[in-house]
């Protein structure tokens, strides 16, 4: 786990350094079209916490097509269960009209989980792929819609089911 962190970081420090180098031979058009968003999540009760942090970004090539990284950490503890989800993804986002908006998302998670069940300790880590095809309506930088894993099995333990509703918003 600690291997994968100082990978994820030296990957986004290379990316923030190449980015810092186009922008500033591009000119001052480079920031102008990148937009950046994300998500976080946060959810407890009686000896349950869950929390979830996702940044993105996406780079406006032109008015109909977008595409960016991002980053994920999700951590889950109850009373038996504790799990830590950390990855990343890329994004290609398509608006063949203004209100409608195309996404293909391929995402990459490692998994750790751990539980003290009766018979003993249970320890699991893996990694999980995802390939998110999605369709969504579109107004101003916020975008509603569905997405669906074709990557998806019913064994999957990190998604309950190949269909996931999403609010996606950049600014």
Do not use: H
């Amino acid at each position: 786990m600690n291997s994968l962190l100082k990978v994820c970081g030296f990957v986004m420090l290379f990316l923030a350094t190449n980015i810092s180098l186009q922008a500033q031979s591009q000119g001052s058009d480079f920031w102008e079209k990148v937009d950046v968003g994300g998500g976080f999540g946060l959810n407890f009760g009686r000896e349950y916490f869950a929390a979830s942090i996702a940044p993105s970004a996406i780079y406006n090539f032109n008015p109909y097509f977008a595409m960016g990284p991002g980053l994920s950490y999700s951590y889950v503890k109850d009373r038996s269960l504790k799990s830590s989800i950390v990855g990343g993804s890329i994004i290609a986002l398509a608006n063949p009209l203004p209100i409608i908006q195309l996404s293909a998302e391929f995402e990459e998670l490692y998994v750790s989980q751990r539980a003290n069940l009766d018979g003993g300790t249970f320890s699991d880590d893996f990694w999980n792929a995802a390939l998110f095809l999605g369709l969504g309506y579109r107004n101003g930088p916020v975008t509603i819609g569905a997405r669906y894993n074709v990557l998806y099995s019913d064994r999957d333990a990190v998604y309950s089911s190949a269909i996931q509703p999403f609010i996606r918003v950049y600014f």
